[in-house]
């Protein structure tokens, strides 16, 4: 792998369990590779809404954050992501979100984890 396409492939790793964020991503790597271009610094470059999912998790994945999606934090707290939202994510004490909308939200990963470490037998 290129080391210019790195984030390009980090960030996909992130729209896993959202099909058409996915199915976008992916189609804009395909356009974008065979030029040499980075899909995330293509994406950055446009102008782009504020409650863009796959435009949010570039951004944040070029900043350096780790992060975790809903399917992420789920999946480490041994819940379904319906679960995990209506009851992980909405406890008060959960860390509050990078970034949300509707269904889809993102952590910080080190705050996800310091969370389930603290709260891991109350979660599942």
Known sequence: ???EFALDFKALEHLRG?????????NLIKQV???GMSAVEF?????????DF???????????EEIMSVIEAAEAAGLE?????????SDPEFPQPLFRKDHKAVWRRADVE?????????NG
């Open 1 to 3: 792998m290129a080391a």
């Open 18 to 26: 959202y099909p058409d964020d996915l199915k976008r991503y992916s």
């Open 33 to 35: 590779h065979p030029r």
């Open 43 to 51: 994406l950055l470059k446009r102008p782009s809404a504020a409650d």
């Open 54 to 64: 796959v435009a949010q998790v570039c951004r944040l994945v070029r900043e350096g």
């Open 81 to 89: 992501p319906k679960a995990f939202l209506a009851g992980v994510a």
């Open 114 to 122: 310091a969370y389930l470490a603290r709260h891991g037998d109350r």
